[in-house]
């Protein structure tokens, strides 16, 4: 009896809100000091290292796997003040990004490839169906007395997440006009001056124009052997590569949409539970999608300022790894509140 209660307690002690809110502070810190680290490419040519770009996708993928445990905990418990399904939707959403992000490190590191989309897409667009939709519930189960100021508050955080969405996704004639951006640079041709006849050189030139033929040629025919020697990728992946290219511009805007009105839900439920007893978790919640906002607009930014050919793991890009670890923080602090509010309501009621 004496070792299962050990065997309990240590258990017990080992999932405490304040062990998994450490581990996870822990799991940031080092993500960050990676980051800051190794994020500056080798060169222009090589980019960043393999190695830091798996070092990058395990960062990520292990914090939003470790949020989606903790938000499963919270909807399989009867007692979350929130709802259960408040957070069977944010842990769904916490799971599909972790699907999405093992999807995109294949596409990315194994097949050596760039897509506009690829089946990581999917999953990403479900992260968002179901992110929305479990705050939503949140919104809707709490009633919003604001005041006047919040709603001012409200409105402006509101036109900022509106303004920087439109100017990630502005077209570039767009940005042209507005002054956003340079002008596309005009390509200069200069007329190459006459060729000057060569007495007794016709022999050498002509050696020289054949040498640079056949040279000419044998680049020609190594070219495709570089280029078949760099794809890694079987035939059904760039066929589904061609096949999904078309609907890039639709899914690049339902994720700046998407991201605003995360942006815009979290402001609302950082508001409504300001100052209550949960008000800690929600604050977690809330910086948890600001910084996926900060994050998912900086990759469109460099995503388009790069045309397409942006390597993931920028610096910036540490905040999809602290938006998972906030995410699972407050799950942690909501569930650490609503287990001992119960525990105290039966010690009353023993009393």
């Known amino acids: 009896m004496s070792s ?10 080992l999932l405490s809100a304040q062990t998994l809110v450490i581990v996870g502070i822990v799991w940031a ?26 070092g990058t996708f395990i ?3 292990g914090a939003y796997l470790g949020a989606a445990l903790v938000c499963f905990r919270n909807w399989q418990s009867p007692h979350m003040v929130s709802g259960r ?19 995109f490190g294949i596409w990315e590191l194994y097949f050596g490839l760039d897509p506009d989309v690829s089946p990581a ?63 596309a640079t005009q390509e200069v041709v200069t007329e190459s001056e006459p ?13 020289s124009s054949k040498l640079q033929a056949k040279t000419a040629a044998t680049d020609a025919a190594s070219a495709p052997e570089e280029e078949e020697a760099e794809i890694k990728a079987p035939g059904w992946v760039m066929a589904l590569d061609k096949q999904l290219s078309p609907y890039a511009y639709a899914i690049n805007l339902f994720y700046i949409v998407g991201d605003v009105f995360l942006l815009i839900i979290a402001t609302a439920l950082l508001l409504a539970f300001w100052g209550g ?27 388009t300022q790069t045309e397409g050919t942006y390597q993931s ?35 009353r009621r023993a009393a």
């Open 59 to 61: 960062f990520e993928c």
């Open 195 to 207: 060729a000057t006849t060569a007495t007794g050189r016709a022999p050498a030139l002509e050696n």
């Open 277 to 303: 007893r949960f008000s800690q978790s929600w604050r977690m919640i809330a910086a948890a999608t600001f910084s996926l906002y900060i994050a998912d607009m900086y990759f469109k930014w460099r995503d």
């Open 121 to 183: 897409d999917a999953f990403y667009l479900g992260s968002y169906v179901v992110l929305i939709g479990g705050m939503v519930v949140a919104v809707t189960s709490k009633r919003l007395n604001l005041e006047i100021w919040q709603w001012g508050l409200l409105a402006g955080i509101a036109a900022f997440g509106i303004a920087v969405a439109i100017w990630v996704a502005a077209p570039d004639s767009w940005r042209a006009q507005l002054g956003m951006a340079p002008a």
């Open 4 to 13: 299962t209660s050990e065997k309990s307690s240590t258990s017990s002690s």
């Open 313 to 347: 793991g920028s610096l910036l890009e540490v905040f999809f790894v602290f938006s998972a670890i906030l995410f699972g923080i407050g799950a942690i602090l909501e569930h650490d509140i609503s287990t001992r509010s119960r525990q105290s309501r039966r010690s």
């Open 85 to 103: 399904n408040v957070w069977l939707g944010i842990g769904l959403g916490m799971l599909f990004y972790f699907i999405a992000g093992v999807l």
């Open 29 to 54: 810190v080092m993500a960050l000091l990676f980051f800051l680290l190794f994020s500056v490419p080798l060169s222009a040519e090589e980019g960043l290292p393999l190695w830091y770009s798996i």
